[in-house]
């Protein structure tokens, strides 16, 4: 029977209690606190410790006013203990055991009855109307964050997404009256009541369409909340296994008969991994990114949502035909597309065309066009000057213009060597996306009912093709050559030919919101490939038990652990006897 120092000096001596840290952050914890014999109460109770070398037991048990009792055990096996069991690990048990019955709650002795009813006050409001309004927002969230909602939120906006493109967007009601007719309707129920009445005239700007986005975010974010951050709280703990049971229990198990543990975290370190010690057990991971890139994949696709639907209701669009030589304001040929459209300072911009000319293909065929644009102040000085092309736009404040369409507004030309004379230039119809414009030059009396003249026709800059009086062919003539012809006694040279540029101008506040969420989706999804391993092991007498588990490459994580058990030192005798030592010591 030993002293209680005899106690004491048994529970400080566990080698299990003595925490060596690779990574200095944890405490080390004795196997039985001081203050359970500092705070004993002075009150008559049953005492019995009992003391062996190898095996030290205390039981207290509870006075008559005290609510609980606990009993704390602590048994040291030896080297030749495990060598008649060797299936049992070599561990401390450490249980603090409370009562079934809780202590009754304070209560301030200050308004005798009235100090008894307010508790019951407090509970009834907890389990009515305040209760419920605790446990809803849990039940928002877990409805929302169910995964075959968010599949099918994500289904139906691809659905709509896909109508939206069948459906010509933007156009004047008299043109679904058309397409959509009541009489012939498509598939035997569409008509343009469908397309006018849901919105799917302008279908990303409707109101289902962005219902649909929201309620996709709210799921995002929900299960962001409730899934993918506590699985990262949970994958930051350092879980230390206590038993060779439980180590053993992991996807890869492996026994080291004559190793040391801090051999093997020294070897874990040197792989990448973060290694803990605690006593006996080992706790290391790595890849504790590869946990955070379901949030970033979440957050990236919000990202890309909040660009898209910015895009959608907040934009302006227009478009117009510029001739050479013309000026126009942006903000008089933009329009806002979304209720979220506000004009800004770049608005009252004034655009001047300098220049418009075109290049050609060997065979005469229009190769690219271009336009020289200089941009105006509102005091008429040139902020920006730059010729822009098809895939080769001009951004200026936000309002990006491009070059998409071409005509020729009119031919300058010298009659009998008076002018030039500007003759406007109309579009003809024909069959086919070819383009031909024609102009009249008349010949005589000009106020005659019966006015006769010169026909031109031009496919594009580079040639004129003019008729007589009669219509009859009469001759080519190339802008730049300058040279005379003459038809029905008339001199014809044709000076210049005239184009105009065809623009789109258009502001987009959500292309760099929807750009850096393209980028960060890329990124956390190759992240989230990365593999989180985690490895426990214990030691056992002479012997390391270890065990890991990791979320990817299954197949390979085998191997590379087979590759680093190989790497930790095999001990001899004599390091184990030290060993031994220490432990018991």
């Known amino acids: 029977m030993g002293t209680l120092n005899d106690i004491k000096n048994c529970s400080h001596k566990s080698p299990t209690m003595e925490a060596l840290n690779l990574n200095p952050t944890t405490t080390p914890k004795s196997c039985l606190p001081k203050t359970y014999f500092l705070k004993a109460p002075l009150l008559p109770c049953t005492f019995k410790p009992t003391f062996s070398p190898h095996n030290c037991q205390i039981h207290r048990h509870s006075f008559k006013k005290t609510p609980f009792s606990f009993t704390t055990a602590c048994k040291l096996k030896t080297p030749r203990d495990n060598k008649k069991n060797n299936t049992k690990s070599n561990k401390i048990a450490k249980q603090i055991i409370l009562s079934e019955g809780e202590p009754p709650p304070l209560a301030e002795e200050s308004g005798g009855a009235g100090g008894s009813e307010e508790a019951p006050a407090k509970l009834g409001s907890g389990s009515g109307v305040m209760g419920l309004v605790k446990r809803l927002p849990r039940r928002v969230l877990s409805v929302l964050s169910y995964l075959p909602l968010a599949i099918g939120e994500m289904f139906a906006i691809a659905g709509l997404m896909a109508l939206g493109t069948f459906i010509d967007q933007g156009e004047a009601p008299d043109f679904y009256f058309d397409k959509y007719p009541e009489s012939n309707p498509v598939l035997g129920i569409f008509t343009w009541r469908w397309v006018l009445t849901l919105g799917f005239d302008h279908m990303f700007t409707s109101p289902i369409f962005l219902a649909l986005l929201a309620l996709l975010g709210a799921s995002l974010m929900a299960c962001t909340y409730t899934t993918q951050i506590p699985l990262v709280k949970v994958a930051r703990r350092w879980n230390f296994l206590q038993s060779s049971e439980a180590v053993n229990k992991q996807e890869f198990s492996e026994s080291l008969p004559r190793a040391s543990i801090q051999d093997l975290g020294v070897v874990l370190m040197g792989a990448g991994y973060e290694v803990f010690l605690k006593g006996p057990s080992l706790y290391a991971f790595r890849g504790l990114a590869g ?295």
């Open 291 to 585: 946990r955070f890139a379901p949030i970033g994949v979440h957050l990236a696709m919000l990202l890309i949502m909040v660009g898209g639907t910015l895009s959608a209701t907040g934009s302006f669009k227009g478009t117009v035909t510029v001739p050479q030589g013309l000026n126009f304001v942006i903000g008089d040929v933009m329009g806002p597309i979304g209720f979220l459209s506000k004009p800004t300072e770049a608005f009252n911009t004034e655009v001047h065309v300098n220049r418009f000319y075109m290049t050609y293909y060997d065979s005469g065929e229009v190769s690219q066009f271009y336009t020289d644009l200089s941009l105006l102040d509102l005091e008429g000085k040139e902020v920006l000057r730059k010729t822009i092309s098809v895939n080769n736009p001009l951004r200026y404040g936000g309002i990006t213009i491009y070059q998409t369409d071409w005509s020729i507004s009119a031919l300058q030309v010298l009659k009998d060597n008076e002018g030039p004379f500007n003759l406007a230039v109309a579009p003809l119809k024909i069959n086919g996306d070819k383009k031909l414009y024609g102009t009249f030059l008349p010949v005589g009396d000009v106020n005659s009912p019966d006015v006769k003249g010169i026909s031109m026709l031009a496919r594009d800059l580079q040639s004129i093709v003019l008729y007589d009086q009669e219509g009859k062919f009469a001759g080519i003539r190339r802008p730049s050559s300058k040279l005379p012809i003459e038809i029905d006694g008339t001199k014809v040279v044709i000076v210049d030919a005239i184009g105009s540029s065809g623009l789109d101008l258009k502001t987009d506040p959500g292309v760099p919101v929807v750009y850096a969420g393209f980028g960060a989706l890329m990124l956390t999804t190759c992240i989230s490939f990365l593999s989180h391993s985690q490895i426990w092991a214990i030691q056992d007498g002479t012997a390391v038990i270890v065990g890991g588990k990791t979320n990817r490459a299954k197949g390979e994580f085998p191997e590379e652990m087979n590759r680093l058990l190989d790497r930790v030192p095999e001990l001899v005798n004599s390091s184990l006897s030290r060993q031994s030592d220490s432990i018991v010591g």
